[in-house]
């Protein structure tokens, strides 16, 4: 398996800007995140603010920055990046489906997207309720779990969940069609009211009905931080990070919206900058 120097988590202008930074200072880089760049600029109707770019609108923006990443040749994967393990000398990132990949040092930009927690989602973490099917599908063996899907990215976790599952709970909860013709596989068009068990979960509520479930896969565009990485310390909703983007996990940083307020395109940018640097100097000390 390759070995990135950096990943980078997030295409918004906080990842791209560690991104080009990184890949100024002749490091390896993978950026994992939508080819459109973040979905939040896409739909801004003007932007006033950012250095050299006077009331451009987030259609443009978007476009001048995926040109700057394509111009540097920067390593983009269209990919969600569900855990990220600390394992000493490097981290291992999970993605989507069988997807895993290794970099010595990871940055954090993934915004602050997150949505509202399921009522027993925080309860039942590890208790049967998992953000990653690579991860802990392995668990649910012959076994009835159920699938949150948020996003159509779900679809494959839920097609390698049926592999190994005896049934699989696909609940749609974003826009489309999908029919997987797959026996085990029962789509329902519903909405989550709670997770429940007693020592581990037992079963999920849903408006319409309740199903009876050994574990629940929750498929989100984005984690919350402490979610997407275990043992990382927050500062309320947001990641701690010290001046220079370090979070308290040697070789992890963050920046952008997931390190606080202001939520602003140009502080986001200036971060990406700052967290990449730092990144460089973390890879070069170990040397």
């Not at 140009?266 to 971060?271: H, L």
Request: proline residues 3%; neutral net charge; glycine residues 10%.
């Amino acid at each position: 398996m390759e070995q990135f120097d950096i990943a980078i988590i997030g295409t918004g202008p906080a990842g791209i800007s560690a991104a080009i930074t990184a890949k100024l200072r002749n490091k390896s880089v993978v950026l994992f995140g939508s080819e459109k760049t973040s979905s939040k600029i896409e739909k801004s109707m003007c932007i006033e603010n950012y250095p050299g770019l006077p009331e451009i609108s987030g259609s443009d923006f978007s476009k001048r920055l995926s040109g700057h990443l394509e111009k540097m040749q920067v390593n983009q994967l269209n990919d969600r990046i569900n855990a990220v393990y600390a394992m000493g000398k490097y981290f291992s990132l999970q993605g989507s489906g069988n997807s895993s990949y290794e970099a010595k040092s990871v940055i954090l930009a993934t915004g602050v997207n997150f949505g509202n927690p399921v009522d027993g989602e925080e309860k039942f973490l590890g208790r049967g309720v998992s953000y990653c099917a690579t991860c802990d599908g392995n668990f649910y063996k012959g076994k009835t779990v159920a699938v949150l899907a948020y996003d159509r990215e779900a679809e494959s976790d839920a097609k390698y969940l049926s592999e190994l599952c005896q049934k699989v709970v696909y609940v749609k909860l974003y826009a489309g069609d999908w029919n997987p013709q797959i026996d085990s596989i029962e789509t329902v068009v519903d909405a989550p009211v709670k997770i429940e068990g007693t020592m581990k979960v037992e079963s999920l509520q849903l408006r319409k009905k309740t199903y009876d479930v050994d574990g629940v896969f929750i498929i989100r565009k984005a984690l919350r931080p402490n979610q997407l990485v275990p043992g990382l310390v927050l500062d309320e909703s947001h990641v701690m990070v010290d001046r220079q983007m370090r979070t308290n996990i040697p070789g992890l940083f963050a920046c952008g919206d997931i390190t606080g307020l202001p939520y602003q395109y140009v502080k986001a940018a200036g971060e990406g900058n700052v967290a990449a640097l730092s990144a460089v100097a973390f890879l070069d000390a170990e040397k």
